[in-house]
């Protein structure tokens, strides 16, 4: 059996491509040097994958920012306002990417959603009724023919035809189904160019399929591959996807005139049972995913192998491949110098999963593949009990009843309570929670963990910065302030150090979007709160002021969303040991005087099954009282915040309205606050703060532009369930930003109250 990926991670394994980006923005460094970067990350990981034994090489599968994005401007869907700024064409792919604000113009980001069920986020295309859908960009055949010139013949990955169309935000009276016969010419057009270069696969990447579909969406995607397939120019065009499995529509694909059909045999519940039931196509090549390409752990041979051994019966030739691409995971266990050996056995990044597929392929090849070395050592490992086991805590979420999920009194009654307690005025105003992390934070946060610096002198660094922060917020106006967290790397990993059954990785950078990457915790063993996490700064925050500081913590299921989990308990049991830890900190607070306190649940949608038929027993039905768990037990005059970003919220929003926050602010502004019609149309209770700007973009938007915000909100939501906030957590900005906006923010709500008086 050949052995393939679906692309590999681009950020570099030191996180290159995000410095020099951040140097290219900053005017540090020019595009010459940028592009230089980038080629050095594309041919090492090019190298490594060849030296791996690897035998189907992806290109296309870097990118700048985001592949999605990629697409569009290789396609000519690129919104006039940001070709109209006379930029040059790196400088335009970041405007739409970022924003930007300068003395070419003023314009807003492209909107920005999760790529499915992951935590990696895409630029959401934007087509008008005016777009052309054709070939313009040249990006898939530069990087083709920079790999060729290496030796190494590779197979180009784009988005599909039919997910780049479902992914596209539609600004007119058109939908998708105008735009068939320009975006099939355009493919055709792809498929000729790569077979004029020698290609011999070409990947188009379809997880689209994997979602629920209509007998629309079926006749979408047929009618566009019956128009791209009769083009292939005698290039193989391999339909790859991920994240689930075709049950929807595995006969139309099988039907149509594909050369290869890539599955997802860890995610795709169905995909076996599809190929049993069905077949598999004669003279077509089935691209096996079996390597888990979104989680850490080893592969375990066994299991795979008896995967394989099916498929086998109904395909006689197999590629083996990852479940998706390898994007998803950090780059090489190579730069863990910390992790103890006991710990990293366990796992396998990127690098590590290439040589997970070439021993895959070793045994399996092999006359007597049990008794091979590779499986051996595999099996030993799977059979060796790990450590972290914690009966207590296995006891108690054993004895969680229906009403330990439930708080009283009920919303409307504690929503009179908490209006009389707090008596805030009309827009009250606030942050999502975090401050810039500015490089005096950063550089203390480092001599901390090194050992030059003591922890008293950190600790009275971090008090210093909180008091700054909240005569900053005194002096800016806001209504309820937050302490900055100062203290706080990431707002998962924080908290996961502070609980047992967790383990920290030092180098496990994963790309969030664009140049922010995230280092997720690992859950190593059952979850508890091994000390108070939050409560000694938040009640020296509050000293400083006598309006309402609000106690910031991370909500259980997106702690666990935002690690990589365990695989051999359920994510419920996981979810709920997370929520007894936090619910633990939450009275902590209360205690203490906190009496807000805002529990973030910005990945609640993220491990949504994509299929609606598992939204309830495989997700909500677990989640949702997770999250209400955390709070149930605090006191009416206590006002419970939580935070969502960057998911589309209206096909679960009455759930939302379930968790029982008191306050709920949403991502909205690259959307255009769209969330306000889905909340007016299912009389959403909770208060709300829709985001007013954008925070992952550096421009500063005025105070016009806020107020006008703000009166869109107010035609559709009751003004007195309104607050006025960014749309998350102000990290990743500099000051020179934040104090501006945050400025022009106050002010626009003031006006927007005296106004509605």
Known sequence: MNTTIIGYPRIGDLRELKFASEKYFRG??????????????RRYDLELQKNSGIDIIPSNDFSFYDGVLDTAFLLNAVPERYTALGLSKLDTYFAAARGYQGDKGDVKALAMKKWYNTNYHYMVPEIDDAAEIRLTGTKPFDLFSEALESGIKTKPVIIGAYTFLKLARYKGNKTAADFVNDTAAAYSEILKKFSGLGAEWVQFDEPSLVKDMTADDIALFTSLYEKILPNKSGVKVLAQTYFGDVRDCYKQLCALDFDGIGLDFVEGKKALELVKSNGFPVGKTLFAGVVNGKNIWRNHYAATLNILGELKKYASDIVLSTSCSLLHVPCTLANETKLDDSYKKHFAYAAEKLTELAEIRKIISSDSPLDTAEYIRNQELHNTPRSGRNDAVRAKVAKLTAKDFVRVPDFAEREKIQKKCFDLPLFPTTTIGSFPQTADVKAARKAFRSNELSAADYESF????????????EEIGLDVLVHGEFERNDMVEYFGECLDGYIF?????????????????????????????????????QSLTKKPMKGMLTGPVTILNWSFPREDISLKESAL???LAIREEVLDLEANGIRIIQVDEAALREKLPLRKSDWREDYLDWAIPAFRYVHSGVKPETQIHTHMCYSEFADIIRDIDDMDADVITFEASRSDLTILDVLKENNFRTEVGPGVYDIHSPRVPSKEEIKAAISKMKERIPAEKLWVNPDCGLKTRGNAETVPSLKNLVN??????NENC
């Open 28 to 41: 540090e460094i020019s595009a010459a040097e940028l592009e230089n970067t980038a080629k050095t990350i």
């Open 462 to 473: 971090i008090e210093k910065k909180i008091a700054e922060c909240v005569a900053l917020q």
């Open 505 to 541: 990785t030092e180098k496990a950078w994963v790309q969030s979007y664009g140049t922010r990457c995230v280092k997720p915790p690992v859950v190593w063993g059952d979850i508890s709160r091994a000390k108070p996490m939050t409560v000694r700064w938040s009640v020296y925050a």
């Open 577 to 579: 040991q997370i929520a």
């Open 748 to 753: 626009a709500a003031i006006e927007a109250r």
